[in-house]
């Protein structure tokens, strides 16, 4: 439960002594008030707001006792600063607020203009209301002003309220005074609630969305009259801002800047905080990185509400129906988050991933892409989840989109692996058709032109295995991190399947992998897949020691499959990594078989020896008993 500490700060006899006893008492006190009071504190009970706990400090403005004053200034949240008459006016402008600020104190001031029962005696005081207006120009921490008067208990409970909102909901963040506009964090913040709850994405929330945003912010439906009210006072502002299709972000926006010039910027607080906002109008840390820690050997996946979300998401944007989302679609998209995550820039999205002909990402790329993101990166994946609004209906949150899979430690041991998003490393020389490898995965056609590969490339694709069940491969090319990675244990162990690929048309492909597991035996840990590319050319010797077919024999190893890029049945390859991945005992040298084991066999031996000489104990037992 949250505290507000208030610091009642001013001149001596400006009443504040009076305003804390008669909010204490709820009357005025006529007898003597001692000059300064002991600490008050306001259990929620008493109608805080936000359920918070309000302690009121008095103070003395006098010489001798400003240490006491300096040390309460800093330990508030808000400063209450009172004045009563025209001298304690300008000493507001001439001596507090640069006192406070001379302090280093980043907090609110709520400023109060006490004693308004003698106003009506011009000599007494000459404070009006324009006076206010120049003092809270210049100084952007004051909050809020009001007029109160203890001895008549006016504005009493509001100037304390009003003290309490500075901390819980502050206009500071949200709407600059003097250019009479919302700042741009809150015009940012607002932007995205909108784009969020409008759900059809024709750019008005319509009735039934103006509807639904009430009751997820405030929790109570609007009365009969309200909705008509709000779009007649918008009409009035902005005409056009409200029409046949809803009202539309600038109407929400006109509304919300309403709200904080008639100072109930409480209101815009309320959305913000339900949309998971900050006081500094960033979203919630814990929002956007709830605790999601993968053990080792266990992977992340998307769960099946993930998988909706995802297409659903598709779905909503693809406003053209053309089965792609292009640009102007991917970027309405990610509209309400800071962009696409930096790992999909570094991978060249889209294409890594599945594109129709015009070059926009399929759905099954969409989900391929976002299978990767949450394998390599499950923390991104979760922050976009946020971003994006995805909703749970438990208390899992974000989480609840994404699922751990069973920790697989042992992969040479017969059996399935539970997971459905499979990473392979294809290793191989330069020029032996790796990066032609991936792009017929992403079923591109054969492009002649050789570009060598600097910084790794991935590929993910969706394959489906014998049998209907469908998985999410990752095939990634190292380039020139092949050595830092291999030597990495922890990239070793998130790696499925490693694919060994030569080129069967030159002469010293093959020797590459050779050297390449002799200098790094760590790979033997990993299940393996040897491929010869270039298939349609003419197969040639390779110069090694022994050749593809002899060396895998060696290993107990299966002989390398010949494929071709340009060959449809290429597909076959890639549904027999996933299967090797899926099952990965079969892709470990087969084991040599042993010897029988005739253990059982001498048990059983030993046990009817036994019984034979049990039942010829007894047979001359009896036989002597008969003579």
């Known amino acids: 439960m949250a505290t507000v500490r208030i610091c009642v700060c001013g001149d001596e006899g400006v009443g504040k ?35 918070v706990t309000t302690i009121v400090v008095d103070t003395s403005a006098l010489p001798h006792e400003r240490h006491a004053l300096r040390k309460e200034v800093r330990k508030s949240n808000v400063i209450l600063l009172v004045y009563s008459d025209h001298y304690s006016y300008e000493r507001v402008a001439l001596f507090w607020m640069p006192y406070f600020r ?24 000459q404070v009006v209301a324009e006076e206010m207006l120049p003092v809270m120009n210049e100084f952007k921490e004051i909050d809020s002003c009001i007029r109160t008067s203890a001895k008549e208990h006016h504005n009493i409970n509001e100037v304390f309220f009003l003290c309490q909102k500075a901390v819980t909901h502050p206009v500071a963040p949200l709407y600059d005074s003097k250019e009479a506009a919302l700042k741009p964090a809150a015009v940012s913040a607002l932007q995205r609630v909108f784009h969020l709850c409008d759900k059809d994405k024709d750019g008005y929330w319509n009735d039934n969305e103006i509807h639904d945003f009430q009751l997820k912010c405030f929790e109570k439906p609007l009365g009969e009259d309200d909705l008509p009210n709000i779009k007649r006072s918008l009409e009035r502002f902005v005409p056009g801002s409200t029409g046949e299709n809803g009202i539309d972000e600038n109407g929400f926006l006109l509304l919300n800047k309403i709200f904080a010039e008639k100072g109930r910027h ?61 640009d102007s679609e991917l970027a309405a998209l990610f509209a309400p988050t800071p962009g696409l995550p930096p790992s999909w820039i570094d991978s060249a999205f889209p294409s890594c991933t599945v594109r129709n002909e015009a070059g926009y990402i399929t759905l099954q790329g969409w989900l391929a892409q976002w299978s990767m993101t949450t394998f390599e990166e499950p923390k991104t994946t979760l922050e976009y989840l946020a971003y994006l609004g995805f909703e749970s209906t438990d208390r899992g949150g974000t989480t609840t989109a994404l699922k751990m899979t069973k920790a697989r430690k042992r992969r040479n041991r017969p059996g399935r692996v539970e997971r459905s998003v499979f990473l392979c490393y294809v290793l191989g020389a330069s020029g032996s058709g790796k990066s032609a490898l991936l792009s017929a995965f992403l079923q591109r056609p054969f492009s002649h032109t050789y570009h060598p590969t600097i910084k790794p490339q991935t590929a993910v694709n969706s394959v489906e295995l014998k049998g209907g069940k469908q998985c999410y491969l990752i095939l990634e090319e190292l380039g020139e991190l092949e050595p830092a990675i291999l030597e990495n244990q922890a990239k070793l162990d998130a790696c499925d399947l490693l694919c060994y690929t030569y080129d069967s048309s030159e002469p010293d492909s093959f020797a590459h992998i050779v050297e390449l597991r002799k200098k790094y035996p760590q790979l033997d840990d990993l299940p393996a897949v040897y491929t010869a590319l270039k298939a349609d050319q003419d197969k040639t010797m390779q110069r090694s020691e022994q050749q593809p077919d002899e060396y895998t024999s060696g290993l107990n190893m299966p002989s390398p499959i010949h494929v071709s890029t340009r060959w449809s049945s290429i597909s076959e390859l890639f549904v027999h990594l996933a299967e090797c991945a899926t099952y990965p005992a079969a892709a470990f040298p087969k084991q040599e078989e042993e010897p029988h084991d005739n253990m059982n066999l001498y048990l059983a031996l030993g046990a009817v020896a036994c019984a034979a000489a049990s039942v010829m104990f007894i047979w001359k037992r009896n036989v002597s008993a008969s003579s």
């Open 17 to 51: 002594s009076s305003i804390i006893t008669s909010l204490v008492k709820d009357v005025f006190v006529t007898s003597k008030i001692q000059p300064v009071l002991p600490q008050v504190t306001l259990p929620p009970s008493l109608g805080t707001p936000d359920n």
């Open 102 to 125: 001379s302090l280093g104190v980043n907090v609110p001031v709520v400023l109060c203009a006490n004693k308004s029962d003698l106003q009506s005696n011009g000599a007494t005081s």
């Open 266 to 326: 409480e209101t815009i607080w309320i959305i913000l905080r339900k949309f998971q906002y900050t006081d500094s109008l960033s979203l919630k840390d814990s929002f956007l990185h709830p605790k999601f820690d993968v053990p080792q050997f266990s992977s992340a996946e998307l769960s099946p509400a993930g998988y909706r979300f995802f297409v659903d998401l598709f779905l909503l944007f693809d406003m053209d129906n053309d089965g792609g989302l292009n």
